[in-house]
């Protein structure tokens, strides 16, 4: 029978820890101290509490999964710090510029080609308001379209691989995370395409929202395009086919791939003269505070999916949906429905260390796959990064740019077309599965 004072305590700590989130407190803190109180609560015994803490830390250090995340953190802040972002954009910018909405669609390539090197949209937003948005004035473009188009397109670096969040949502979910990028290539793909779409279309039916004039100047001679691909693309397609290539070629482990594609970018910058020793400590310095701040996520959500277990919310909420018959579409609706409301007051990674624990027992009977249903997770979180009041990316943007003449408000308005074609994406991949599955 189930015992109702262990749920209460189990929900009354998913509230605390909203609202912990909500009132300034850092993700991995309000899990944490909320989780050892609920099993404090629970239990009454102060060395279960700690015993649970001290096994939740051991687990989540030992996971073999883990040693990604420091190795391609690294090799994205090598590869922003060598300018590849920057080259990629010139390359795009060259080839689209006499596109009516030509530099927006630069801007979404270039950040999908950009994204499969770094696995970051805050990378991402930094690199392409420095300069995208530049770029995009100059020629007139709406500056809430300006900021926008790099406010939506940063989201890329969430979805395609190699991605933190698919990193995370692997190790919460004991998934293959070698999986979890394969089944990411085709959402991201499909993602970049509906916001270059979006863009031809907002060209044609709101003009002055884009704004922009076609520049006169003319395109590269097919042989200057030739070598600026080679130079320009060429090392981020190298970058690619050492992770990517190695994981799916089964020549390396995600483990392995990451310390190939950090040291190949490491080369790369170092032949291209854009990386010092004071860059590369930088980024060894940055790496370890990355590092060390999702591993605390990491051991703050291992708690708590313990006490959520402890507690029996999890089995108590598939008995509640199986006992109201709820039907598939129903599930999916409530699901994504809770992915957007968290998404306007919390980071995706903490959508993901609290919202999945408490739905994987939920899962079974209806046969979801749980590598479809990561991709699911990370788009519709993502959606979060564009919309108010957090919007992560958002912020990076106005922070970055530093002009008095694009407030807040105008990030948040150039990137809600965004946010809508991301909300279309995440409805297609929904009823499409097999859009995230082909390729495994």
């Not at 040291?263 to 004071?278: D, E, P, S």
């Amino acid at each position: 029978m189930m015992d109702f004072s262990s749920v209460a305590v189990g929900i009354s700590s998913i509230v605390a820890i909203i609202l912990f989130i909500y009132a300034g407190a850092h993700i991995a803190v309000a899990l944490g101290i909320i989780s050892f109180v609920g099993v404090l609560f629970l239990k009454g015994n102060l060395d279960v509490a700690l015993n649970l803490l001290s096994l939740a830390m051991a687990d989540s250090v030992s996971d073999e999964t883990f040693a990604t995340v420091p190795l391609f953190v690294m090799m994205g802040l090598v590869v922003s710090r060598c300018g590849l972002g920057r080259d990629v954009y010139e390359f795009g910018n060259d080839v689209f510029r006499g596109l009516r909405g030509g530099l927006g669609i630069a801007t979404v390539a270039a950040n999908a080609i950009f994204a499969a090197v770094t696995g970051s949209s805050i990378a991402s937003a930094s690199v392409f308001s420095k300069v995208a948005i530049p770029e995009m004035i100059r020629y007139q473009y709406g500056r809430r379209f300006a900021v926008g188009i790099v406010a939506g397109s940063s989201v890329l670096g969430m979805i395609i691989p190699p991605s933190v969040m698919l990193i995370i949502y692997a190790v919460v979910t004991e998934q293959s995370v070698g999986a979890m990028f394969l089944a990411g290539v085709l959402p991201g793909i499909l993602l970049a395409v509906a916001f270059c779409a979006s863009i031809m279309i907002m060209a044609i039916v709101a003009p002055k929202f884009v704004g922009g004039v076609v520049s006169t100047q003319a395109r590269s001679s097919l042989s200057q395009l030739g070598r600026d691909a080679f130079t320009k693309l060429g090392p981020v397609a190298l970058l690619v086919g050492v992770v990517l290539g190695g994981i799916y070629g089964g020549i390396l482990t995600p483990v392995e791939s990451g310390a190939a594609g950090t040291v190949a970018a490491a080369i790369l910058g170092a032949i291209k003269g854009r990386l010092n020793t004071k860059a590369i400590w930088g980024a060894l310095v940055d790496t370890g505070h990355i590092t060390a701040n999702i591993l605390f996520l990491i051991i703050a959500a291992s708690i708590y999916s313990r006490m959520l277990g402890i507690a029996g919310l999890p089995t108590m909420f598939g008995e509640w949906l199986n006992a109201i018959q709820m039907s598939y579409a129903g599930f999916m609706a409530l699901y994504v429905l809770l992915l957007l409301m968290l998404g306007t007051i919390i980071d995706t990674a903490s959508i993901i260390l609290i919202v999945v624990p408490l739905f994987l027992p939920a899962l079974e009977p209806f046969g979801i796959n749980l590598i479809w249903f990561g991709i699911i997770t990370v788009v519709g979180a993502e959606i979060g990064l564009l919309t108010p009041p957090f919007g992560i990316s958002c912020f990076v943007i106005k922070a970055t740019i530093d002009d008095p003449n694009i407030t807040l408000n105008d990030v948040f308005m150039g990137a809600l077309p965004f946010a809508a074609v991301m909300l279309g994406v995440l409805v297609l991949l929904i009823v499409f599965p097999q859009i995230s599955l082909a390729l495994l």
